[in-house]
């Protein structure tokens, strides 16, 4: 009885052995990202951008300059980028973003946020030919809106970028840019 105690001690041992030393060397696989992601690329680099902001109760009307610095982040299961803009009679402009693709919800999903304490989440069912849109709710100054940013792509390195809100139920439009990539 004691031998088969002892026998049993050992091969126990062994066999915790061998599955602490299995463990200890597998790490679980990271995730990858949604391949959806790949549709984002184009939109990877710096981008250079002139418009002008239309007059609305967001501001006044008026010439701007804009630059993005847009990249994968997190694994590439995010894009993020950094905006930076000015405009004349304006205080500068900063806002950063986080974009990724929802497979439960199928949709491309954005997070804004920017330096007057503007928040907002929008949703995009991806590219249709040369036009990503994205559309949800803004926050800002205690209001909430429907936003809607449009990017049409106009070459390989160059798009339109459009932005509205709804007002009483339309669409009106807050501002254009023409960007190209450097």
């Given at each position: 009885?004691?031998?088969?105690?002892?026998?049993?001690?050992?091969?126990?041992?062994?066999?915790?052995?061998?599955?602490?030393?299995?463990?200890?060397?597998?790490?679980?696989?990271?995730?990858?990202?949604?391949?959806?992601?790949?549709?984002?690329?184009?939109?990877?680099?710096?981008?250079?951008?002139?418009?002008?902001?239309?007059?609305?109760?967001?501001?006044?009307?008026?010439?701007?300059?804009?630059?993005?610095?847009?990249?994968?982040?997190?694994?590439?299961?995010?894009?993020?980028?950094?905006?930076?803009?000015?405009?004349?009679?304006?205080?500068?402009?900063?806002?950063?973003?986080h974009?990724?693709?929802?497979?439960?919800?199928?949709?491309?999903?954005?997070?804004?946020?920017?330096?007057?304490?503007?928040?907002?989440?929008?949703?995009?069912?991806?590219?249709?030919?040369?036009?990503?849109?994205?559309?949800?709710?803004?926050?800002?100054?205690?209001?909430?809106?429907?936003?809607?940013?449009?990017?049409?792509?106009?070459?390989?390195?160059?798009?339109?970028?459009?932005?509205?809100?709804?007002?009483?139920?339309?669409?009106?439009?807050?501002g254009?840019?023409s960007?190209?990539?450097?």
């Amino acid at each position: 009885m004691r031998m088969c105690s002892i026998n049993c001690l050992l091969a126990i041992g062994v066999v915790s052995a061998s599955f602490a030393a299995s463990g200890a060397t597998q790490q679980p696989a990271m995730p990858k990202p949604a391949p959806e992601m790949a549709q984002l690329a184009y939109m990877e680099g710096t981008w250079t951008c002139g418009g002008k902001m239309f007059e609305s109760p967001m501001g006044p009307a008026g010439n701007m300059q804009s630059t993005a610095v847009i990249g994968k982040d997190l694994n590439g299961h995010f894009q993020s980028g950094a905006i930076k803009g000015t405009m004349p009679n304006m205080p500068p402009f900063e806002g950063k973003f986080h974009a990724t693709y929802d497979a439960g919800m199928k949709q491309f999903v954005m997070l804004w946020v920017d330096n007057m304490g503007g928040w907002s989440q929008s949703m995009s069912g991806g590219w249709k030919g040369d036009v990503l849109v994205y559309e949800g709710e803004t926050h800002m100054a205690g209001q909430t809106m429907k936003g809607r940013e449009t990017f049409t792509k106009s070459g390989p390195a160059s798009m339109k970028h459009t932005w509205d809100m709804q007002v009483n139920g339309k669409w009106a439009p807050l501002g254009e840019e023409s960007c190209t990539k450097k």
